[in-house]
């Protein structure tokens, strides 16, 4: 059974930083990409950062693309999303997930698979 459990959201202050870990289970890391993807209030769920199975290639959203860095550690089966200069705009629900979508629709929130329960990232003015 595959279980993705987040960790590391807390209230923060524009300009912060945190760091979110996802502990994976029941899964094989090296055959899925992985990934983080969140969910602010009223809104739909977004892409946010992606790293392809096996390789070192990562892919991001416009939105954070220089200010978040995710990383993998495949034989410790974590995936985790360094968060820097944050904004409110930042602030959501992020979920870690896995995918095995072609790379050209890795954006697409549907073609991610078991979520996590997510963990709640707020970012203050």
């Known amino acids: 059974q595959v279980h993705l459990a987040e960790s590391g959201g807390g209230l923060v202050q524009a300009g912060d930083s945190l760091r979110l870990s996802c502990e994976v289970s029941g899964l094989f890391m090296p055959n899925y990409h992985m990934g983080w993807l969140r969910q602010a209030p009223g809104k739909e769920r977004e892409f946010v950062a992606a790293s392809k199975r096996p390789g070192a290639n990562t892919y991001y959203s416009e939105s954070v693309e220089g200010r978040f860095t995710i990383s993998r550690e495949n034989a410790k089966k974590m995936v985790y999303l360094q968060m820097n200069s944050l904004k409110p705009d930042d602030t959501a629900t992020y979920y870690c997930?896995?995918?095995?979508?072609?790379?050209?629709?890795?954006?697409?929130?549907?073609?991610?698979?078991?979520w996590g329960q997510g963990t709640q990232v707020t970012v203050s003015l």
């Open positions: 997930a896995s995918s095995t979508a072609a790379l050209s629709a890795i954006r697409r929130p549907e073609m991610w698979h078991s």
